[in-house]
């Protein structure tokens, strides 16, 4: 006499859920995929952005150039207002305008600026006030990483690419507020490769 009731054989159990298994296997395996994929394109655009926000702060440093010397933390010399290849701790040191004050707190809106190497990160460095002393620590701000090397030259009045900024010591106050005509940045990337941007000087 047949049962009233079919059910599933032991067998076809198995086969269910053999099947159900490599199923979830495959599905783990894309979902794992799609996650690593969406994890590498977030870095990507984290890297673009890093990368553009350094390089617009750079141009943007440059073409507020200000024709403000400094006194130099020892002694009543002036530093220029735009200084290259002078010192050893900074590749790039400048005063430049437009440093936003809405808060109305006491300082100018004439800033100092310094950009250096350190460890394959480009920092730039800035200070609450231009006449400094040498207690006086800078805020400091990573701006850039896995830069395998940063370099500028400036375009003088007679045309020609120099690699430093004054040319030339001197003690005459119209030449310490001297600014070059252009700035060329080359910066070298270890995954983008060479950034090169040409930024007129006003002035």
Same mark, same amino acid.
């Given at each position: ?133 040498? /207690? ?44 070059? /005509? ?22």
């Amino acid at each position: 006499m047949p049962s009233r009731y079919a059910g599933f054989t032991l067998l076809e159990l198995l086969v269910a859920v053999a099947i159900f298994s490599v199923v979830g296997v495959l599905a783990l395996s894309g979902y794992t995929q799609l996650q690593k994929q969406s994890e590498y394109a977030e870095q990507r655009l984290d890297r673009t952005r890093q990368v553009q926000r350094a390089v617009q702060t750079l141009v943007q440093d440059l073409e507020q150039v200000e024709p403000r010397a400094i006194r130099e933390p020892i002694g009543d010399t002036r530093l220029p207002s735009l200084m290259l290849g002078v010192t050893t701790e900074y590749r790039l040191e400048m005063s430049r305008a437009g440093w936003s004050n809405t808060a109305g707190l006491p300082r100018p809106t004439v800033q100092r600026v310094g950009y250096r190497m350190e460890n394959l990160e480009l920092w730039r460095d800035h200070w609450p006030v231009l006449d400094r002393t040498l /207690a006086l620590e800078p805020v400091r701000e990573r701006m850039l990483t896995g830069v395998t090397s940063i370099t500028f030259r400036v375009l003088d009045a007679s045309r020609s690419w120099v690699d430093q900024w004054p040319e030339a010591q001197t003690t005459d106050p119209a030449e310490a507020r001297r600014r070059p /005509a252009a700035v060329e940045v080359i910066i070298e990337l270890e995954d983008w490769g060479t950034i090169r941007r040409l930024v007129e000087v006003p002035g």
